[in-house]
């Protein structure tokens, strides 16, 4: 028996591969099939079953490809109501896998389909369990991502609550728990950073298991939801609905663009311009009305919280040889309609004559020595919990997650300084108020960590409030 984990730091997502006398298991895989196929492969295996503990609502879900290339076929726990051929599993319905087991245990309340698979070991001995978004390490599954008229999201919590407490907490302490997601992923609120654990351990650990009573536990894990992000909800209906093949995807985002075929195809489409370097780099010289969210942070979920329009047509400018992996990121939270790249990226732009835009960025010490109390217009677009632990003083909180709301509450006449922790979003935010006519900006370098070193006067919520 061979269990491995296959982590997206990205996305902060787990997917599973169970192999067993050349049979082969896939749990919750991502949109591109290679990994799977490559790794069963290895084994000589066949891909018999592609589980599904739910329908994904921060990825768009690589079962159909994988299915269609692999013959694997697909299972979804009680109530799932597949449009496409798939198969719903039955309460504690058992699933051969070589000489193990793999038995569907319905466990809804982060979303009403949602399963966790029980592996029992080739002497029938429950091994470890694949809790998608129903148990983390340090936490629980939100419990707002479904709820409709008539189900609230204390409604789905209430659900949760006993299916942990009759098929998740009746199983041994030694059962090795492994969730969907780790630290980062927004499908929780206190998730760790680590990414297995027994389930012995978590009892002990885990806050949403120490609750004393099913309204006790109701209130712990509804309290302090941030809004989820907005791509969600669009996620979710493209996995319920089927989404289309990524090779269909790839076949028109893989496309050549000069400098002339960009501007041609921005002019009649309002294609967005997405340009994935690195912040510094990118801040250097890029094109005019581009945005900028660097594929090396966290750049899928970024994508999904700030462009709205899940078929907005999307040009990437990249570095040279990351064409593919950018256009399979996109793609991962549903983003489809990329239609080319710019053909040797920012050097192509300037070889045709072209002239780039660039971002005024400061190092902090410089921005120190510009500020002197209340004389600078400070956008800290950090999340609320860094902003209160200290900021600069005067520093208005403004988060990128939200910049589509708070765009219009800024004066243009006005120059803001931008900053973040360490300047990845910080860049974000400039480029996307350059490209929508702010012209005074001013970006702080290293952000945050490095403006502390500073003697800048800084302050949290606690010392203001006093």
Not at 294 to 322: M, R, Y
Not at 415 to 442: D, N, P, Q
């Amino acid at each position: 028996m061979k269990i491995e984990q296959i982590y997206t730091g990205c996305l902060a997502m787990a997917a599973y591969y169970i192999e067993s006398e050349g049979e082969a298991a896939i749990i919750d895989p991502l949109r591109e099939t290679a990994p799977y196929i490559q790794r069963a492969g290895k084994d000589n295996a066949r891909v018999k079953y592609i589980f599904e503990t739910h329908f994904h609502a921060d990825f768009v879900s690589g079962h159909l490809d994988l299915s269609a290339k692999t013959g694997g076929r697909i299972i979804y726990g009680p109530g799932a109501n597949c449009t496409f051929n798939c198969y719903e599993a039955k309460d504690g319905e058992a699933f051969k896998v070589g000489n193990i087991t793999i038995k569907a245990l319905h466990t809804p309340g982060h979303t009403p389909e949602s399963t966790t698979y029980l592996l029992l070991d080739e002497q029938g001995k429950p091994h470890c369990i694949f809790s998608g978004d129903t148990l983390f390490i340090g936490d629980v599954g939100r419990p707002d991502l479904a709820i409709k008229s008539n189900v609230t999201q204390e409604d789905l919590a209430g659900l949760l609550y006993e299916s942990l407490q009759t098929k998740i907490m009746t199983l041994p302490d030694d059962v090795i728990v492994y969730p969907g997601h780790g630290a980062g992923s927004a499908c929780g609120k206190n998730m760790s950073k680590e990414t297995v654990d027994t389930l012995g351990h978590q009892k002990q650990v885990n806050y949403a298991l120490q609750a004393k009573s099913k309204e006790q536990f109701v209130k712990e894990i509804t309290e302090g939801l941030l809004p989820p992000p907005q791509y969600f909800s669009k996620n979710a209906m493209m996995n319920k609905q089927g989404a289309v093949s990524l090779d269909e995807v790839y076949s028109h985002g893989l496309k050549k663009l000069s400098p002339a075929e960009l501007e041609v195809i921005v002019e009649e489409t309002q294609a967005l311009v997405l340009d994935t370097r690195d912040p510094q780099v990118f801040g250097q010289g890029f094109i005019p009305g581009s945005i900028n969210i660097g594929i090396n942070g966290q750049f899928a979920p970024w994508v999904g919280a700030l462009i709205t329009d899940l078929k907005q047509p999307i040009i990437v400018v990249c570095d040279e040889g990351k064409e593919e992996e950018t256009i399979m990121r996109l793609a991962r939270v549903g983003y489809d309609n990329t239609v080319g790249y710019l053909d040797e990226g920012i050097a192509g732009w300037k070889k045709a004559g072209k002239e780039p835009d660039t971002i005024n960025s400061i190092s902090a010490a410089e921005f120190a020595s510009r500020y002197t109390g209340n004389n600078l217009k400070v956008l800290d677009v950090r999340r609320p919990n860094e902003y209160s632990t200290e900021h600069v003083v005067n520093a208005e909180n403004k988060p990128l997650d939200f910049i589509n709301d708070w765009t219009g509450d800024l004066n243009r006449d006005e120059t803001h300084y931008v900053h973040c922790a360490g300047g990845y979003r910080s860049m974000i935010t400039t480029s996307i108020l350059k490209s929508r006519g702010f012209e005074k900006l001013v970006e702080v370098a290293g952000g945050y960590g490095a403006i502390s070193k500073t003697d800048i006067p800084k302050t949290n919520l606690v010392a203001e409030t006093k």
